[in-house]
């Protein structure tokens, strides 16, 4: 049952990060249809049980085909307040990489776009600050 596996899943990742203090990737507050599957509405109070520190929302479609610098306004732009944990893949590819993963060719294009002086420009007059999950510790 995948909601069962889903349960033990947050389970382990959030006893984890509570057991040594370490914040986690976020962890779905509702019911979200994604790259994981669908996550059940039953897990919308878990991260309120736990110490675990996450970002409050996740942002996954800067990916694949639809990379571009109009999306990533476009998710710039929609952001709200809040810590998003935004999922990019940026790299450089060579042959170890093409031999390990399927993820290559857009892998440096979302480098350029994440990297180009006119998005990093966008981030700064969108007021958003770039952290890490280092941030997240208490």
């Given at each position: 049952?995948?909601?069962?596996?889903y349960l033990?899943?947050?389970?382990?990742?959030?006893?984890?990060?509570?057991?040594?203090?370490?914040?986690?990737?976020?962890?779905?507050?509702?019911?979200?249809?994604?790259?994981?599957?669908?996550?059940?509405?039953?897990?919308?109070?878990?991260?309120?049980?736990?110490?675990?520190?996450?970002?409050?929302?996740?942002?996954?479609?800067?990916?694949?085909?639809?990379?571009?610098?109009?999306?990533?306004?476009?998710?710039?732009?929609?952001?709200?307040?809040?810590?998003?944990?935004?999922?990019?893949?940026?790299?450089?590819v060579d042959?170890?990489?093409?031999?390990?993963?399927?993820?290559?060719?857009?892998?440096?294009?979302?480098?350029?776009?994440?990297?180009?002086?006119q998005n990093?420009?966008?981030?700064?007059?969108?007021?958003?600050?770039?952290?890490?999950?280092?941030?997240?510790?208490?």
């Amino acid at each position: 049952n995948s909601q069962l596996f889903y349960l033990i899943l947050l389970s382990t990742i959030s006893g984890t990060g509570h057991e040594y203090n370490l914040p986690v990737r976020h962890i779905p507050a509702q019911t979200t249809s994604g790259l994981i599957g669908t996550v059940p509405e039953t897990l919308a109070d878990y991260q309120s049980k736990t110490s675990v520190q996450s970002p409050t929302e996740l942002e996954t479609r800067f990916y694949g085909e639809a990379v571009s610098s109009n999306l990533l306004s476009t998710i710039l732009q929609g952001m709200s307040g809040g810590i998003t944990e935004m999922m990019t893949h940026p790299g450089f590819v060579d042959d170890a990489l093409n031999a390990v993963s399927s993820y290559n060719s857009n892998r440096r294009k979302e480098l350029d776009i994440l990297g180009s002086p006119q998005n990093r420009d966008l981030v700064e007059q969108s007021g958003i600050k770039l952290i890490t999950f280092k941030s997240l510790h208490k």
